[in-house]
């Protein structure tokens, strides 16, 4: 059975967007890269043919992917019903309980996750140590460094 993705309907839309481009504007640029190296001559030793199938080898690796999220997705509907529990699409605040540090999250699905600009994934310990928790509640994560707690202070959606 295939994984299923979870994804927001905004970056459903943005992988939508980028397999149209994939599939028409850089699919052609690609067989004109093709096109263009292999007027070059001898194939055998052809640097920019090789790259130019190369290139093209990608660009069918990523269509292929990006088809296979699109088709094994669940786009995941923002609710205003349940704002006392943190769900995906949620964005929490919360308190390093040992430091006092407060830091802002959103929990996302793994395809969105950026974790450097505070999205996490739902399938990261902290994601899912994080679903299903309320304000004022203490979550206890298990790190590389050790265990860490942090209390949600605030949950929006």
Request: hydrophobic share 35%.
């Amino acid at each position: 059975m295939a994984k299923e993705y979870k994804l927001s309907a905004e970056r459903f839309e943005e992988l939508k967007n980028e397999l149209n481009y994939l599939k028409t504007v850089r699919e052609k640029e690609v067989a004109d890269l093709i096109k263009e190296a292999r007027s070059f001559g001898d194939l055998s030793e052809n640097s920019e043919y090789d790259e130019a199938k190369n290139e093209q080898g990608k660009l069918y690796s990523r269509i292929a992917e990006i088809e296979t999220i699109l088709a094994n997705c669940i786009v995941i509907e923002e609710s205003n019903d349940d704002v006392n529990t943190v769900r995906l699409g949620s964005k929490i605040t919360v308190e390093d309980v040992e430091f006092g540090d407060q830091e802002s999250y959103q929990v996302v699905g793994s395809q969105e996750a950026d974790p450097m600009n505070g999205r996490i994934s739902e399938e990261s310990p902290f994601g899912k140590a994080l679903l299903g928790k309320a304000v004022d509640e203490i979550v206890v994560v298990e790190a590389p460094a050790g265990t860490i707690s942090y209390k949600i202070l605030k949950i929006q959606k």
